[in-house]
C-alpha cells in the first residue's frame, strides 16, 4: 500500500461507499487492508452468526451502526469491543449492524 486509507465520514455511514462481498451467511465484508494485520468491514443482516470461534490473535471491533451480541453481552454502536486470543465465543447482530474490525490472526471455526 503507497497510500492511506480514506473513508471520510465514517461514522456518519461512508462506510456505505464501500463495496462488500459475501462472507459468511448473513455476514458480508469489504477487506481494506491485508498485511501483518487484517483491517475489514462486516455487514451483518438481521438475525445473522457469526457461529462458534476461537481467537488466535487479537481481534478489535467498533460497532458502527446496529449492534451485536455474544454471551458477554449486547453490543450498541459505538462499542470497542477487544477479543484476546484464546476467547472462543459465537456473536449474533438481532437487527442488523456494521462493524470495523481488525485481526491480527484469522479465527479459527470451530463450527
Known amino acids: 500500500m503507497d497510500k492511506p486509507i480514506v473513508i471520510n465520514d465514517l461514522l456518519q455511514g461512508g462506510w456505505r461507499e464501500c463495496e462488500f462481498k459475501p462472507f459468511r451467511k448473513g455476514i458480508e465484508i469489504c477487506i481494506l487492508y491485508e498485511g501483518d494485520s487484517t483491517l475489514a468491514l462486516l455487514r451483518y443482516q438481521p438475525g445473522a452468526t457469526a ?3 476461537l481467537h488466535i490473535g487479537l481481534e478489535t471491533v467498533i460497532i458502527l ?3 451485536q451480541r455474544d454471551d458477554q453481552g ?3 454502536q459505538g ?3 477487544m477479543n ?3 476467547y472462543q465465543h459465537s ?4 437487527n442488523g449492524c456494521v462493524v470495523l474490525i481488525q485481526w491480527s490472526k484469522p479465527v479459527q471455526f470451530l463450527n
Open 91 to 94: 456473536v449474533t447482530s438481532d
Open 84 to 86: 484476546p486470543p484464546g
Open 79 to 81: 462499542s470497542c469491543v
Open 65 to 67: 451502526e446496529g449492534s
Open 74 to 76: 449486547l453490543y450498541l
Open 51 to 53: 457461529p462458534l470461534h
